[in-house]
């Protein structure tokens, strides 16, 4: 197909990267802004791809960028958040304003055509969302309804993996150094979706216009407790621990302990209260996606397993 001019925003991050990768084999042309140029050092290594340092929240900058796009890419997004109701400012910030002035500039320029990342389990009216996170993505996806250009495409991905990720190697990192792991939810349902999956339908609906004005559930083809899923990153890895399923009223207060560690928090109560709804897919994938269906077994054991240079140097290369 012809090349177009993409904009990616969010193209430093973890699907981003992957995303990019996929684009510049089909010699599409892309733009990435970052603040700072040296996050997204990785990608300078990609062909058809311009780097550029810009501030997204700034309103004339943001709309030099949409302008001169065929198409915009929306992955920006935060798990941690500052408290409030129905969420905090960061939540509103981000997941909210931004999609709403994204949206109004693509309708506004000429229709472009738009594509959002949003997160499975937005799809309820607010107050039946359990967690600031899902609320403040399921207002971002009304904004962009309400603002944004018909041609829009969302998509609601599971949570991810891959090499980089920050799911199973965390899991895998953990049982490393610790005899046994307290675990909060231990019972809550994920059905994880490998990255390239998520990069592979984001492609199809930027090179297929009848994907526009549609939203997509992507999920993987296995459903896991998290208890599961924290076994199955130890055991693949080589150190697998004994798991304690810790009661609510207990994993709420470690939800709470972990928000005062220094550095980014592993877990906090807005991320607890997520886990209450089963992070599942409501329906079979869209067969027009043309999703592989890649598993944690095909994949993971690559980048969990020390001593795999190849992979090691791609899970370096794809974090953020």
């Known amino acids: 197909m012809q090349a177009l001019d993409i904009l990616i925003l969010g193209g430093t991050g973890f699907i981003g990267q992957r995303l990019c990768a996929h684009l510049t ?3 599409h042309h892309l733009v990435v802004p970052t603040r700072l140029r040296r996050r997204g050092r990785d990608l300078m290594l990609l062909p058809t791809i311009d780097l550029r340092e810009a501030d997204i929240f700034d309103d004339p900058a943001l709309a030099e960028l ?5 198409v915009v890419v929306n992955l920006v997004g935060i798990l941690h958040g500052d408290a409030g ?3 905090g400012e960061a939540f509103r910030r981000v997941h909210v304003e931004l999609p709403r002035r994204v949206g109004t500039l693509c309708k506004r320029l000429g229709e472009k055509r738009l594509i959002h990342v949003s997160a499975l389990g937005a799809d309820e009216q607010r107050g039946g969302l359990p967690s600031a996170y899902l609320r403040s993505k399921a207002d971002g996806e009304r904004a962009l309804r309400e603002a944004g250009p018909a041609n829009t ?3 609601r991905p599971s949570v991810l993996f891959g090499p980089g990720d920050n799911f199973l190697n965390l899991f895998a990192s953990l049982q490393r150094w610790l005899p046994m792991l307290a675990l909060a939810r231990a019972r809550a349902q994920f059905q994880p979706i490998y990255v390239g999956d998520v990069a592979h339908a984001i492609t199809r609906a930027i090179e297929n216009p009848a994907l526009s004005g549609k939203t997509y559930e992507l999920a993987g083809p296995e459903i896991y407790t998290l208890r599961e899923l924290v076994a199955l990153a130890g055991r693949i890895a080589g150190h697998e621990r004994p798991v304690l ?3 609510d009223s207990l994993g709420h207060l470690q939800a709470h302990l972990m928000e005062w560690l220094p550095g980014p928090p ?6 607890f209260d997520s886990m209450a709804k089963p992070n599942i897919a409501t329906h079979p994938m869209a067969p027009e996606l043309d999703l592989s269906g890649t598993t944690i077994s095909m994949v993971a054991p690559d980048y969990l397993r020390p001593g795999d240079s190849a992979f090691n140097a791609e899970r370096a290369s794809a974090r953020r």
Do not use: Q, S
């Not at 592993?266 to 991320?271: A, K």
């Open 66 to 70: 949409v302008g001169a796009a065929d």
């Open 85 to 87: 109701e129905p969420y």
């Open 245 to 247: 399923g810790l009661p």
């Open 153 to 155: 495409t969302i998509f």
């Open 266 to 271: 592993l877990m906090t109560r807005d991320n």
């Open 25 to 27: 084999d089909h010699m």
